[in-house]
């Protein structure tokens, strides 16, 4: 297959994701999680979250809603302190990432990203855009003055997967926002597993990995990566965006946030 098909390939959600999320969505009655309960019919409005999309119904039940807990405290990276050599660039406006998780990475949510991600299992996908829904619009943002970016893939990863996992989660919150997906940023360098190695070394992995190829359309970047560990590749991905535009504002977004 050509780059262009790739490419063309990498922003297309898979038709059996969105034909699976339909049925879910509109016809189905009990819970994603436990196929146990009727789906919770009253609001799970915590912390300023909203369904944006009344006339849907909701995915989970009540108690495996509660399971979780939801939003967690936001993780603050210091960008200053993993890239020190570029500090002159980007502190002076930036020197923080702020990343917002919809939940930690523990049960089921954790079982339905290995599954989603790894066996390409269709029924995890709706547990995860149940998830994404928890988390609420960025304040003052909206579909015209910001965009979503999803952590690139490389294009041999993507060859070899077939489709990009977080692309899809990206289309789902990029509905539940209103807010449109921006693919103006490419990964250039496969820099292998991040597994094993210590946060710095991570950083260093990383911090040649991404390329932008097209200049930002608005002021707000809002990130998004399915599962935070480290947060090593949204840092490197902020970092290659302020040195190039040190006047987009950057907010981090992810599914979980694992430690
Ligand atoms: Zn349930």
Redesign the pocket.
Known sequence: MTINGLTKKRHTIPAMYQLGMWRVQYLQKV?C??R??PVATISFAKKGAQLEHPFFSYL??H??HQDLDWLPATYELSLSLLKPEQQAQSVSVFDALTIQSAAPHVNYLRTAIINFKYKEQLSALPILVHALRQLPRPQGCHGGNSVILATPTTEHRLAVRGFEPVAVLAHYLSQHWQIPLWHGVVRIDDAGSQQGLDRHQRQSNMSQAFQVIEKPPCRNLLLFDDVVTTGATLSALALTLLNQYPKTKILAYSLSHGH
């Open positions: 819970c999680v436990c146990i309960y989970v039940c108690a495996c």
